[in-house]
Structures are given as structure tokens and as C-alpha cells.
């Protein structure tokens, strides 16, 4: 079974400074990582997927099949990244539904 | 275009009482995945539709939980003899293909008191 552990529920940082959300899983099969992103009163967005190695809002996330990890990082937080961040799992096999972490939740102060 | 959208937005209900919520998917959509959002559990898979094959309603977590998609499109979840503890929100996402990014609707924050 699929399990994703972010470790950090909540995580403050200053306006400029790195921030790194990590996110660990277990897995069977081949899996697909992934970052979603909910903004206070919106719906929750899909931020990255680790197949299309893009750069979203600044954000970029690598896996890391050794450690098992997919830690989200940006090198400038911005006020406006302050939100839920939820990484999540699917495995080819298992109808691509996802397995979320219990999320991390970013303040990013001015 | 339209995104997935959900309704109703906001239902309470008394213990005991059946409940429907429904979901429109995105527009061309095969996939639809229903999920949970609560306090105490985070965001837990509930059931699965792509097209025309069986559902995977591995996720359900009862049998008084039950969901149908009618014409490959519109879905709706139904909670039998609600219980408190299925306060939570609902939400539906769907996707272009089974692979493809979920899109997720804006949820249907449910209260059973």
C-alpha cells in the first residue's frame, strides 16, 4: 500500500528566504509524485508532477527513488506561497488514485 | 473553460438522514475520483469511474456509502443513515485521461448533526 509522510504540519518562514517542504513515501509498483497546492478558500491545484520536471511559480521538486523523498523547494518564499501544501502519490495499476500526505501548512511572514 | 464544479456547497443534515452530492466533471473528462477531506483522516480516496468500466470503489468506507456516474458525466455520492462521523468535505476531481492531473472541485462541506 502507498503511504506519503510530511513530516512538518506547520512551517513558517520570512518573505525571501529557502523554503523546503519535505515529503517521504512508501510505495508498490511504479509510482507517480505529486504536489498539490490549496489556497486559503480555493480548491486544491495541482502544483507539480514529478514526470513533467516543470518549474511552477518558482517551486521546483525532485524525486529522489533512493531516499524515497519528493521534497518541494523554492529559493524565495513570497507572502502569496503562503497556503496548504499536500504531496501525493499514485501507482500505474491502482486506477492512478491518489494518496495524500496529512499536508503542510506554509506561513510565509513579511 | 468551466472547471469541475460541485453541489450543494454547504449541506447539513441530521443523523440519520440519507444525503446526495453531486459533481460535474470537466467537460470530455473520462476520469472522476471522489475523495474525503476530514479533520482526523486528511484526504482519503473514495471511489473511482473511467468510462464505462466497473468502478473501483475500494475506498468506500461502508456500505451505506454508495456513487453512480449516469451518461459517463455527471456523478453523484450518496450517504445513507448519515453518521457524525461523515462530517467532512467531499470532493470530486476529474481528469482527460486516467493518467492525466486531476482537477479538483471547489468541495461539499457536509455536517451531520
Known amino acids: 500500500a502507498q503511504r506519503v509522510t510530511q513530516p512538518e504540519k506547520l512551517l513558517s518562514v520570512f518573505k525571501g528566504a529557502p523554503v523546503e517542504l519535505k515529503c517521504n513515501y512508501s510505495y508498490s509498483g511504479s509510482p507517480e509524485l505529486f504536489w498539490y497546492v490549496q489556497y486559503s478558500r480555493q480548491r486544491l491545484q495541482l502544483l507539480l508532477r514529478h514526470i513533467s520536471r516543470e518549474s511552477i511559480k518558482g517551486f521546483t521538486a525532485d524525486l529522489n527513488k533512493g531516499e524515497t523523498s519528493f521534497h518541494l523547494k523554492k529559493p524565495f518564499a513570497q507572502e502569496e506561497d503562503s497556503a496548504m501544501y499536500y504531496c501525493a502519490v499514485s501507482v500505474v495499476g491502482s486506477n492512478y488514485k491518489l494518496t495524500f500526505g496529512k499536508g503542510t501548512l506554509l506561513t510565509v511572514n513579511p | 473553460g468551466a472547471g469541475v464544479s460541485q453541489s450543494p456547497s454547504n449541506k447539513v443534515t441530521e443523523k440519520g438522514k440519507d444525503v446526495e452530492l453531486r459533481c460535474d466533471p470537466i467537460s470530455g473528462h473520462t476520469a472522476l475520483y471522489w475523495y474525503r477531506q476530514s479533520l482526523g483522516q486528511g484526504l482519503e480516496f473514495l471511489i473511482y469511474?473511467?468510462?464505462?468500466?466497473?468502478?473501483?470503489k475500494s475506498g468506500l468506507p461502508s456500505d451505506r456509502f454508495s456513487a453512480e456516474r449516469t451518461g459517463g458525466s455527471v456523478s453523484t455520492l450518496t450517504i445513507q443513515r448519515t453518521q457524525q462521523e461523515d462530517s467532512a468535505v467531499y470532493l470530486c476531481?476529474?481528469?482527460?485521461?486516467?493518467?492525466?492531473?486531476?482537477?479538483f472541485g471547489p468541495g461539499t462541506r457536509l455536517t451531520v448533526l
Open positions: 469511474f473511467q468510462g464505462n468500466s466497473a468502478p473501483d
Open positions: 476531481a476529474s481528469s482527460a485521461t486516467p493518467s492525466g492531473a486531476q482537477y
